[in-house]
């Protein structure tokens, strides 16, 4: 079983910038991909950033050209830098893991959510 420690988030004013960082650790064979989704008040959650284990990166459209996602693999780290931050940037952002280990049946993939971290851009 995998545990993901996430943390970065706070309030920042609008065109300010916060670093979220997601640390897994447990059981696992390896990971997949790591990244973030967001829900914000009255939304569905919604994708990010997202990096596979080959170094493939997906972006949101609203936050391309202004976050940046990266890894320390060696740390099973991943982190994500926001810039330029707007208002409807505010939500709760979900780190996310998905890994692939072994049952008695073979192996499989899942996934693993962190608790979430608030991120505010206000005046």
């Known amino acids: 079983q995998a545990q993901l420690a996430e943390s970065g988030g706070g309030l920042v004013q609008p065109g300010g910038s916060l670093r979220l960082s997601c640390a897994a650790s447990?059981?696992?064979?390896?990971?997949?991909?790591m990244g973030w989704y967001r829900q914000g008040l009255g939304t569905q959650r919604e994708l990010v950033a997202t990096i596979t284990s080959g170094g493939k990166i997906n972006y949101a459209d609203s936050v391309k050209g202004r976050f940046t996602i990266s890894t320390n693999d060696a740390k099973n780290t991943a982190y994500l830098q926001m810039n330029s931050l707007k208002p409807e940037d505010t939500a709760v952002y979900y780190c996310r893991v998905e890994i692939r280990t072994e049952s008695r049946s073979g192996p499989y993939t899942t996934q693993w959510w962190g608790q979430g971290t608030q991120v505010t851009v206000s005046s």
């Open positions: 447990g059981s696992f064979f390896s990971i997949n991909a």
